[in-house]
């Protein structure tokens, strides 16, 4: 993920992170979010989607929306079984990057699983720093159940992909030191 503009953009545009509103995606944000993975997977780092699969998924998605309406980054939480989602389809409007916008849909994806009381998000990525400081700690691909991988398929990169796949637990999976359960800080 690269860097977005500098403080001044941000004031000019309107894209500080204080106006924002991350909300659950609606019908009508469906062709602004296959525009952001469109820019994505046209750079070969996401797969493409179309809007048929968008329409069918769109209660796991949320969309960061500017003060001027415009949505400019998703992510979408998908269940896999009873305690294991995916986070993916996170994509932030390149020029909204590096304002916080990504860490907000991340974390609105991590309260979705925490309310629907998921104990493991994993996302396979190329930006494995990013996640890593959003609470996600790095795992061989080959932990992941083999259920997950149906979508890879149709990747353009498969099956050489050089993704990452990284996870975040909720409280009650993180070991302590003291048979306590570890917060989950971000």
């Not at 069918?56 to 896999?80: K, N, P, Q, T």
């Not at 990747?155 to 796949?165: D, H, K, S």
Request: with cysteine; proline share 5%; aromatic share 8%.
């Amino acid at each position: 993920m690269s860097r977005g503009p500098g403080k001044n953009a941000r004031s000019s545009r309107g894209l500080g992170v204080p106006r924002l509103n991350i909300r659950p995606a609606r019908v009508g944000d469906v062709p602004s979010i296959q525009d952001l993975i469109r820019t994505f997977a046209d750079k070969k780092l996401m797969i493409r989607r179309s809007p048929g699969e968008l329409y069918e998924s769109i209660r796991e998605f949320f969309v960061a929306v500017d003060d001027g309406g415009r949505v400019i980054g998703c992510a979408a939480l998908h269940v896999f079984w009873e305690d294991l989602a995916e986070l993916k389809c996170l994509a932030v409007a390149q020029e909204a990057q590096g304002l916080g916008v990504g860490r907000r849909l991340v974390e609105a994806c991590w309260k979705s699983a925490a309310e629907l009381e998921i104990k493991t998000v994993f996302t396979l990525t190329y930006v494995a720093d990013f996640f890593e400081r959003c609470g996600f700690r790095t795992i061989d691909k080959a932990e992941l159940p083999h259920k997950i991988w149906n979508e890879c398929v149709r990747c353009p990169l498969f099956p050489n992909c050089t993704e990452i796949a990284l996870t975040r637990e909720t409280e009650a999976s993180v070991p302590s030191a003291n048979g306590i359960p570890a917060m989950a800080v971000v």
